[in-house]
């Protein structure tokens, strides 16, 4: 995307795929963004949006106050990591970027939409918009989810990317935390090429670099 894109979404009113919350200081509660993650995704694919948008550092109405929330590149990564473990099928952000509007830093955190038939949820809770709240979805709309047919876009393979379009800071994070989660295999792990380690981690398919690859992993050009 470039500029102008992120400026015609603040353009937007905001509806159930775009969010704006002000988010002035450098705090924001990790579970309450894991669900604004849950509901975003959820309502992108109830509106068969490609993507659904969180917007830090603007008001409800409209007003550009900026933001300090993670006002570094290697703790804005670690926010999409950290989402990936929070959300129970392992979804995050397909990017989060920086713009300086008028001196003031607005963060875009772009959200996919949730898998066909598996509903996007935080801690086993499907959520979903209900004006400007964030509540359990609706048993209709957690019906019409489950029973959508059509391919899980995560899994399509990109062939025209290899282990060289990934972020090489990001790979040794998530390596990293493959290790803490599997403290009794570290020793093996340590033996595993890059390769090795990422479809074993079930993060490419037979080697083959997948969107949810890039996702997680890809370097900003790459996603």
């Known amino acids: 995307m470039f500029q102008n894109d992120y400026l ?3 353009k937007k009113a905001e509806d159930e795929c775009i969010e704006f919350k002000e988010v002035k200081g450098g705090n924001f509660d990790i579970d309450k963004l894991a669900r604004y993650f849950s509901a975003l995704s959820n309502e992108a694919r109830l509106n068969s949006k ?16 900026g933001t300090k929330y ?9 926010v999409k990591q950290d989402m990936s473990q929070r959300i129970d099928n392992g979804l995050t952000f397909l990017r989060i970027e920086e713009l300086n509007i008028d001196g003031n830093r607005v963060l875009f955190f772009e959200i996919p939409p949730a898998h066909i038939n598996s509903p996007t949820s ?18 209709l709309e957690l019906n019409k989810l ?7 876009w995560s899994k399509e393979i990109i062939e025209e990317l ?13 390596r990293s935390n493959y290790k803490a989660k599997n403290p009794r295999i ?27 690859t890039v996702l997680l992993l890809g370097k ?4």
């Open 50 to 65: 490609e993507s659904a948008w969180l917007i830090f550092g603007v008001t409800d109405n409209k007003k550009i106050v």
């Open 8 to 10: 015609e979404l603040l």
């Open 146 to 152: 489950l029973n959508q047919h059509f391919n899980d």
């Open 220 to 223: 900003s050009e790459s996603a």
């Open 186 to 212: 570290i020793d093996e792990i340590e033996t595993w090429t890059d390769i090795e380690f990422l479809n074993k981690a079930k993060i490419t398919i037979k080697g083959k670099i997948t969107k949810t």
């Open 162 to 174: 290899t282990i060289n379009d990934l972020d090489v800071e990001a790979l040794r994070v998530a």
């Open 70 to 78: 993670k006002d570094t590149a290697p703790s804005l990564q670690k």
């Open 122 to 139: 935080y801690n086993g809770a499907f959520y979903g918009r209900n004006g400007e709240s964030v509540s359990p979805l609706s048993t």
